[in-house]
Each structure stands twice: as structure tokens, then as C-alpha cells.
């Protein structure tokens, strides 16, 4: 695949330390964004990154990103300066954010990304969740089908690719572990009805970074890949053994069955040499 000269120069100024040339834009600065945007800034890149809660622009400007104001679900205008020098645009906004609104997930995306340079890359962290939900394994040459109407994330996809083509990289994020988060913290001591049999899909946020990066370094662009580990261990036995390690209450599984949903994150590594190299049984660095 040959490299857009602008990642080549950057690929040669960041092997000597000094470079500056990449500008990042981050839609969506919550808890992955700011870890997405530290770590690139640790990287060379200069960062921008989205805000809606006043509050969080001394957050971003703590870690070294330039943050402005941006609504997504009213439409408004992203500084020109911030758009007209954006080389990579990230896009963290999750489908919770467009709640009780009138339009579509995807048409909020579009407007928002549209505003943007023709030539701007674009990276889209959309979730596991565009899958079914019925038992099977799950990888990207999946067949959707005809209609995507009642899929609001497949949708979305459809639309951002419509929009900007071979210049936009989809990331299918399974369930986010890191720094003080894990889902054993909303799981503890409650009363599940399932058997727990299914499989867990998770990914650690250190791991989204690096993919990010070797997207960038590499061009990947044009692509479709889950970012999954690949360790598939049940639900029951796993999130038990989270509880116990973090000492708290264990959740409690029942004797209803659940479709076991496992996604695979192996073309990533197979197409452009990616290592998952964050485990997800580090219960000690997910403790709040």
C-alpha cells in the first residue's frame, strides 16, 4: 500500500525525535480520548481534542491537548483552526450521545466530520456491537446484508464510508478495560439471570493506542478491523475471578442460557503485523 507522503515525512522526523507535523484532532475526548491523546502526544503528535462539559477543557489542557468547545448533537461549527490543519481525525463519539434525538447516530457523525478537509484521514472507533446479537464467531468479512436501517452502528459505518472513502479506518472496539476501569465494577455482587457460559470480548485502552498508531504509520486506511484480545474466557469464571482478585463481592450467575457472541481480532494482526501486548487479567491496574 503506498504511504500519503505526509506519514512517510513524519515516519522519518519522528525516528529523530523531533516531530511536530502530525496534527490530531480527537472528537470525543472522554476517558479513551484523553488516554488516545496523551499517548499520541507522548508519541510526537500535536493533539486537539473535543469538549462539551467546561470542566473538561483544564483536564485536556493537563495532558497537553488543545481543547475547544463542540456540541455534537447541535451541529455546530469546529474552529476553523482546528479543522483546517487537522492531518488525522479521530472519532470517539458513542451512540449514547445522540439519546432522544430526533436524528440519526450517523447524521451527527457526518456533520461533524464533513466540516473537515477532503484529504483528512479519519479514524472511527465504532464498537463490537455493530455485530448481532445471536450466537456465532464474528469477523470482519461478516455479511450484514441488504438492510442496515435497524443497525444504528452499521449504519453510521455506511455513511462515514460514503462520506470519505479509502481515507477513513473503521475500529470495532470490543468491551474497554484500562487504567481504573473494568466492567466488574458495575457487575460486583449483582444477580445475573444467565449462565455466564458466553464468551468475554475485551480490549485494553494501551492496546487501541498502538493500533492507532501503526494505522497511521502504516496508511492502513480503507480498512476494517476489531480490536478484540485473544483470550475468550467464560463470563462466569472470569468476572468471578476479577471479583476476587479486586476483593469485591462476586456477581452471581444464574441458569438461563445466552448466546455466546466471540469477535476475533485477528486481522489486524495478520494484515499489518499488530500485537496485542496488554493482557486483560491485570486486575490490579483496573482497581478504582
Same mark, same amino acid.
Given at each position: ?22 496534527? @490530531? ?6 476517558? =479513551? ?40 448533537? @447541535? ?92 481515507? =477513513? ?30 464468551? @468475554? ?22 480498512? @476494517?478491523?476489531? =480490536? ?61
Amino acid at each position: 500500500m503506498e504511504k500519503h507522503a505526509l506519514f512517510s515525512n513524519f515516519e522519518k522526523k519522528k525516528s529523530m525525535g523531533i516531530s511536530k507535523d502530525i496534527h @490530531v484532532t480527537i472528537l470525543g475526548c472522554g476517558w =479513551l480520548g484523553k488516554i488516545v491523546g496523551k499517548y499520541l502526544i507522548e508519541q510526537g503528535y500535536t493533539v486537539s481534542g473535543s469538549y462539551r462539559r467546561p470542566e473538561s477543557k483544564n483536564e485536556l489542557e493537563d495532558l497537553g491537548i488543545n481543547p475547544f468547545p463542540y456540541e455534537f448533537t @447541535v451541529n455546530t461549527n469546529i474552529p476553523s483552526e482546528i479543522k483546517n490543519r487537522t492531518d488525522l481525525l479521530i472519532i470517539m463519539f458513542p451512540p449514547s450521545s445522540v439519546k432522544n434525538q430526533e436524528e440519526s447516530y450517523g447524521t451527527f457523525l457526518t456533520a461533524a466530520s464533513t466540516q473537515f478537509p477532503a484529504k483528512t484521514k479519519v479514524i472511527f472507533t465504532c464498537s463490537s456491537g455493530v455485530y448481532p446479537k445471536e450466537e456465532g464467531i464474528y469477523n470482519e468479512s461478516f455479511d450484514f446484508g441488504v438492510s442496515i436501517s435497524e443497525n444504528n452502528l452499521k449504519e453510521a459505518e455506511e455513511m462515514l464510508r460514503k462520506k470519505h472513502s479509502s481515507n =477513513l479506518t473503521i475500529l470495532r472496539l470490543a468491551g474497554l478495560i484500562g487504567p481504573k476501569r473494568h466492567p466488574i465494577h458495575s457487575l460486583k455482587g449483582r444477580e445475573i439471570s444467565h449462565s455466564g457460559k458466553a464468551s @468475554v470480548n475485551l480490549i485494553h485502552s494501551a492496546d487501541i493506542c498502538r493500533a492507532i498508531e501503526l494505522i497511521v504509520s502504516k496508511n492502513a486506511f480503507g480498512s @476494517v478491523f476489531n =480490536l478484540v484480545f485473544g483470550k475468550h474466557p467464560e463470563k462466569r469464571e472470569y468476572y468471578v475471578r476479577a471479583a476476587n482478585a479486586l476483593g469485591l463481592d462476586p456477581p452471581k450467575f444464574g441458569d438461563e442460557s445466552s448466546p455466546n457472541r466471540m469477535i476475533t481480532g485477528s486481522l489486524i494482526e495478520n494484515e499489518l503485523g499488530f500485537r496485542y501486548a496488554h493482557s486483560i487479567d491485570n486486575f490490579d491496574e483496573f482497581a478504582i
